[in-house]
């Protein structure tokens, strides 16, 4: 179907065109799933896109040739293009948010597509429409047909893309990272549909992630993308029980493991280097740390919590209880790492909130010292900011672009009173950049030049800051490739263990939850599901739903 071969692209940078895809070959065959995997900046997403001619006229360079059904698309006008994009090959992008168009409903938006390339009657496009959303197993079709997309959840803007990408029955479907924002059953939902499609229709699918593990259940074969280049290519089997190099083997390894748990994540620079510790923390080290732990008072406890919200109603009418939080309580220990997790919309962000206060809690206790913070002073709660910090899922957007990175970590110290004077705050700022693994002439520098996992370390930086005594990490890794991810939880355990920081450990990935938690609460609709030692409930979990959580999680070949 696809034949790509030594394609190099580049972009204009500085009047001269700098490479970002070298001299890459590969092809994807007829009813094939076709896995593509590599970090952010490995050159996958432009590759695909330089198969739908939606590169930058003037700014992008493209060298080598790419046939499909042994034709040259690379000698394609605009035009040429527009009659096969989205009919004969169609793409499911990474980020269906910003994909779908805010102000149009999502019925509109598929229904659009088949305007543009078929001849069916209005009532026709609206049946086929209804159709495709029930082929996706979208729940009540003609809602979400006049829905917009915030009015629906993550998982449900990922079918109305993937309905959009097959409204044509295409012959290639190119899926970008199409689940990495999704929560595990979510993720194993879109796979499961994704391969149903596939066979339905025969078609051929492109699918692009940095995760090797989640490759491993849908793709017939793997290539693996690095700095550009194509470093390795084989069937599935083969790339994961042999392979020959050795970022494929990070790659494979960086993703935590659920048999064992070792002291540290191995990372790319390890295997490249040969530098990689695999010691192992043995169940008698665990063991030893929480008899230590557990013997104090808790640090946090929770008691009876609820926050309950009210939707509008329609006229003259009372809006709907919503219970976010319903009648949550555990325990929570200097030094400890409590895991949260649960499926988009448990209650697992709104249960951070509220222990932060930046949610007023409707009952219940949150005890911190001892201290119920629920009925804390404003200037009380000013204390507490100080010892209670949150790193948030996404460091870009809570980065102040205008303000440089020293000055990002510097101000809130100054706030509370951290440190005598302001030239003690910069040497200790300018130590703490180093020690998350930035440097110091990183501290004049603007959120906008830094990649996602430095900007990461950022937010990490400046959470530290101020020495806080607990800290809740909501979806801190989520949004990282599998190396950077790695690099990020060696980071938080390993200042952990110099600072003896608490973790609140808040994400929808469960091998990271289990790799990083010493307790785990399991969440399902605002309650508790199930709580105790993580290693216990992923062994032995005691209801449905864990069971079903866990089952969700990619474990590769």
Same mark, same amino acid.
């Given at each position: 179907?696809?034949?790509?071969?030594?394609?190099?692209?580049?972009?204009?940078?500085?009047?001269?065109?700098?490479?970002?895809?070298?001299?890459?070959?590969?092809?994807?065959?007829?009813?094939?799933?076709?896995?593509?995997?590599?970090?952010?900046?490995?050159?996958?997403?432009?590759?695909?896109?330089?198969?739908?001619?939606?590169?930058?006229?003037?700014?992008?360079?493209?060298?080598?040739?790419?046939?499909?059904?042994?034709?040259?698309?690379?000698?394609?006008?605009?035009?040429?293009?527009?009659?096969?994009?989205?009919?004969?090959?169609?793409?499911?992008?990474?980020?269906?948010?910003?994909?779908?168009?805010?102000?149009?409903?999502?019925?509109?938006?598929?229904?659009?597509?088949?305007?543009?390339?078929?001849?069916?009657?209005?009532?026709?496009?609206?049946?086929?429409?209804?159709?495709?959303?029930?082929?996706?197993?979208?729940?009540?079709?003609?809602?979400?047909?006049?829905?917009?997309?915030?009015?629906?959840?993550?998982?449900?803007?990922?079918?109305?893309?993937?309905?959009?990408?097959?409204?044509?029955?295409?012959?290639?479907?190119?899926?970008?990272?199409?689940?990495?924002?999704?929560?595990?059953?979510?993720?194993?939902?879109?796979?499961?549909?994704?391969?149903?499609?596939?066979?339905?229709?025969?078609?051929?699918?492109?699918?692009?992630?940095?995760?090797?593990?989640?490759?491993?259940?849908?793709?017939?074969?793997?290539?693996?993308?690095?700095?550009?280049?194509?470093?390795?290519?084989?069937?599935?089997?083969?790339?994961?029980?042999?392979?020959?190099?050795?970022?494929?083997?990070?790659?494979?390894?960086?993703?935590?493991?659920?048999?064992?748990?070792?002291?540290?994540?191995?990372?790319?620079?390890?295997?490249?280097?040969?530098?990689?510790?695999?010691?192992?923390?043995?169940?008698?080290?665990?063991?030893?740390?929480?008899?230590?732990?557990?013997?104090?008072?808790?640090?946090?406890?929770?008691?009876?919590?609820?926050?309950?919200?009210?939707?509008?109603?329609?006229?003259?009418?009372?809006?709907?209880?919503?219970?976010?939080?319903?009648?949550?309580?555990?325990?929570?220990?200097?030094?400890?790492?409590?895991?949260?997790?649960?499926?988009?919309?448990?209650?697992?962000?709104?249960?951070?909130?509220?222990?932060?206060?930046?949610?007023?809690?409707?009952?219940?206790?949150?005890?911190?010292?001892?201290?119920?913070?629920?009925?804390?002073?404003?200037?009380?709660?000013?204390?507490?900011?100080?010892?209670?910090?949150?790193?948030?899922?996404?460091?870009?957007?809570?980065?102040?672009?205008?303000?440089?990175?020293?000055?990002?970590?510097?101000?809130?110290?100054?706030?509370?009173?951290?440190?005598?004077?302001?030239?003690?705050?910069?040497?200790?700022?300018?130590?703490?950049?180093?020690?998350?693994?930035?440097?110091?002439?990183?501290?004049?520098?603007?959120?906008?030049?830094?990649?996602? @996992?430095?900007?990461?370390? &950022? =937010?990490? #930086?400046?959470? +530290?800051?101020?020495? /806080? $005594?607990?800290?809740?990490?909501?979806?801190?890794?989520?949004?990282?490739?599998?190396?950077?991810?790695?690099?990020?939880?060696?980071?938080?355990?390993?200042?952990?263990?110099?600072?003896?920081?608490?973790?609140?450990?808040?994400?929808?990935?469960?091998?990271?939850?289990?790799?990083?938690?010493?307790?785990?609460?399991?969440?399902?609709? @605002?309650?508790?599901?199930? &709580? =105790?030692? #993580?290693?216990? +409930?992923?062994?032995? /979990? $005691?209801?449905?739903?864990?069971?079903?959580?866990?089952?969700?999680?990619?474990?590769?070949?």
């Amino acid at each position: 179907m696809l034949n790509i071969k030594n394609l190099s692209i580049s972009f204009l940078q500085n009047k001269k065109f700098e490479a970002a895809v070298d001299d890459v070959s590969f092809s994807l065959h007829q009813n094939e799933i076709l896995g593509m995997v590599g970090e952010s900046g490995s050159g996958k997403s432009i590759t695909s896109l330089a198969l739908l001619g939606l590169l930058p006229k003037g700014i992008a360079r493209v060298d080598g040739t790419i046939f499909y059904n042994e034709e040259n698309i690379t000698t394609y006008s605009e035009k040429a293009f527009q009659k096969i994009r989205g009919r004969k090959i169609a793409m499911i992008f990474q980020e269906p948010m910003s994909s779908l168009n805010p102000t149009l409903t999502c019925g509109y938006q598929v229904a659009e597509i088949l305007q543009q390339h078929t001849q069916l009657s209005k009532s026709e496009i609206y049946a086929a429409v209804i159709a495709l959303f029930e082929k996706v197993k979208l729940p009540r079709a003609t809602s979400i047909f006049k829905a917009y997309p915030h009015q629906i959840s993550g998982g449900q803007k990922q079918r109305v893309m993937i309905a959009m990408a097959i409204a044509c029955k295409p012959e290639i479907l190119i899926a970008d990272e199409p689940t990495t924002a999704l929560d595990v059953t979510v993720q194993k939902e879109i796979i499961l549909l994704l391969k149903e499609l596939q066979l339905e229709y025969g078609m051929s699918i492109l699918f692009i992630t940095h995760d090797l593990a989640l490759v491993s259940e849908i793709a017939d074969r793997v290539v693996v993308m690095y700095k550009g280049s194509l470093v390795e290519q084989g069937s599935t089997k083969e790339v994961f029980l042999n392979p020959q190099k050795n970022y494929t083997k990070a790659l494979i390894n960086a993703k935590p493991n659920l048999e064992r748990r070792l002291h540290t994540l191995p990372t790319v620079r390890d295997f490249i280097e040969e530098t990689f510790d695999s010691s192992v923390y043995t169940k008698a080290e665990r063991a030893r740390f929480h008899e230590k732990i557990y013997q104090k008072s808790p640090l946090l406890e929770i008691r009876n919590l609820k926050k309950e919200f009210i939707t509008k109603g329609a006229w003259f009418q009372k809006g709907e209880v919503v219970k976010a939080v319903n009648n949550v309580s555990f325990q929570i220990f200097e030094g400890e790492t409590l895991g949260l997790v649960g499926e988009s919309g448990c209650g697992k962000t709104t249960l951070g909130r509220t222990i932060l206060h930046l949610e007023k809690a409707t009952s219940g206790q949150v005890l911190f010292e001892g201290i119920d913070i629920t009925k804390l002073s404003k200037t009380g709660l000013k204390k507490l900011r100080k010892d209670i910090q949150i790193i948030f899922q996404d460091p870009f957007s809570s980065l102040n672009p205008r303000i440089t990175v020293g000055n990002t970590i510097l101000e809130p110290m100054k706030v509370h009173g951290i440190l005598s004077n302001n030239k003690e705050r910069i040497t200790y700022v300018l130590d703490l950049l180093k020690k998350v693994g930035l440097e110091e002439e990183h501290f004049n520098r603007y959120p906008h030049e830094f990649s996602g @996992g430095q900007r990461q370390r &950022i =937010g990490i #930086a400046r959470t +530290i800051a101020l020495q /806080p $005594k607990l800290i809740i990490c909501d979806e801190s890794v989520s949004a990282l490739d599998v190396s950077v991810q790695a690099q990020v939880l060696n980071l938080l355990n390993a200042l952990k263990a110099t600072f003896n920081f608490t973790y609140i450990f808040i994400s929808h990935d469960l091998s990271v939850v289990k790799y990083m938690s010493d307790q785990l609460v399991v969440m399902n609709q @605002g309650e508790i599901e199930e &709580i =105790g030692d #993580a290693d216990v +409930i992923y062994k032995a /979990p $005691k209801t449905r739903y864990t069971k079903t959580l866990i089952a969700s999680i990619p474990k590769g070949i």
